[in-house]
C-alpha cells in the first residue's frame, strides 16, 4: 500500500509532502490513515508476526515460508494461509537458508553392486541406508563427519566425527548405527569412497549382516539423498558462522543432529513432520509382529 510506504520513507527522512507528491498520493489522505486506529486484521498480523519470529528463531533461522506455514499448521493449530506468512516473512526480512553449489570428487571402483539404482524409497525403517562423508574447515584444522541416514524416516541413524578421513571414521557411523536399530539384512548405500571400499569396512558390514550398494563412478545423483542431507546441514549449520576449533564444531554437530534435526527439524518430503515424530506415527500404525 502506498501509505505505508510514505510512512517507511518519513521514518528514513524524506519529506512526507514530497514522497505523497512522487507516490501521488494526497498528504490529507496520508495523515487520516496514519492515524487511523488499526483494523482487526492489522491486529492479527502484528501478533502473527511476532510468533513468525518466534518460530524463525527456534528454527535456526533456517525455516522459510512452507515450513513457517507447517509448524504453525500442525505444530501451533492455527489456521493461517501460507501466502500471508510469505508475506509478514517478507515484511520482517526473515528467510530461510537457500541451497549453495555442490563440490564434487571422482571415487574409486565399486566393491558392491548398486543394489539401490537411484530408488531411494523404503517401506519401513532399516530397510535402507545411505552413508557418506563431509568436511568443513575450522580455525585449528577441519572437521570429518560421516553419517548414515535411514531412507524411510530421514533419520540419522549414526554419526561420528573426527579429524581425519580414515576407515575408522565410517566404521565408527556404521557401528553407532548397528547399536542403536539392531539391523536385519539392511542395505547399506555409499559412493566409492576408499573408506567404503576398505576391507574393514567391509568386514564389519558382513559381520552386522548388512548388504553393501554403491552406486557408480563419479555419480552424485547415485546417493541423492545423503548429498541433500549434507546441503541442508552445510546451509543451516556449518556456512552459519566461522568455527574456531574441531572440538567447537564437533558439539555443533552433535546437537545439531540429536537435539534438532532428529526430533525437531520438519521435513516436506515427511509432510512437514520431524524425522522421529515420522518413525513414531508409523510404528503406532504398524501392528505388532
Known amino acids: 500500500m502506498r501509505f505505508r510506504l510514505v510512512r517507511e520513507l518519513a521514518a528514513d527522512g524524506f519529506d512526507v509532502a514530497v514522497t505523497c507528491r512522487v507516490l501521488k498520493v494526497s498528504r490529507s489522505g496520508y495523515y487520516e490513515w496514519l492515524h487511523r486506529p488499526a483494523s482487526d486484521r492489522d491486529v492479527e498480523d502484528a501478533y502473527l508476526a511476532n510468533t513468525i519470529v518466534d518460530i524463525h528463531t527456534m528454527s535456526r533461522r533456517s525455516y522459510g515460508a512452507p515450513r513457517v506455514h507447517a509448524e504453525l499448521r500442525f505444530g501451533m493449530g492455527i489456521r493461517v494461509g501460507r501466502k500471508r506468512v510469505a508475506r509478514l516473512l517478507r515484511m520482517l526480512t526473515l528467510a530461510g537458508i537457500s541451497h549453495r553449489p555442490k563440490r564434487r570428487h571422482r571415487p ?101 549382516g548388512l548388504l553393501g550398494s554403491m552406486g557408480r563412478v563419479a555419480s552424485s545423483v547415485d546417493n541423492s539423498m545423503i548429498e541433500s542431507f549434507w546441503s541442508t546441514m552445510q546451509r543451516e549449520l556449518l556456512d552459519q558462522q566461522s568455527w574456531a576449533s574441531v572440538e567447537e564444531l564437533g558439539s555443533a554437530i552433535f546437537e545439531w543432529i540429536e537435539a534438532w534435526y532428529n526430533p525437531r527439524r520438519r521435513h516436506t518430503s515427511l509432510g512437514m513432520l520431524a524425522p522421529a515424530e515420522y518413525e513414531a506415527l508409523h510404528t503406532i500404525a504398524t501392528p505388532a509382529a
Not at 541413524?157 to 557401528?175: F, N, P, T, Y
Open 108 to 208: 574409486a571402483e565399486a566393491v558392491h553392486d548398486d543394489l539401490v539404482q537411484r530408488r531411494f524409497v523404503a517401506d519401513a525403517p532399516d530397510r535402507l541406508w545411505c552413508t557418506d562423508i563431509t568436511e568443513h574447515p575450522t580455525s585449528t584444522g577441519k572437521v570429518y563427519c560421516c553419517a548414515v541416514l535411514d531412507v524411510f524416516s530421514r533419520t540419522v541413524v549414526g554419526w561420528s566425527i573426527a579429524d581425519h578421513m580414515r576407515s575408522d571414521l565410517v566404521v565408527d557411523a556404521l557401528q553407532m548405527a548397528t547399536w542403536r536399530r539392531r539391523p536385519e539384512g539392511t542395505i547399506v548405500h555409499s559412493d566409492r569412497g576408499s573408506q567404503y571400499t576398505s576391507w574393514v569396512f567391509g568386514h564389519r558390514l558382513r559381520d552386522a
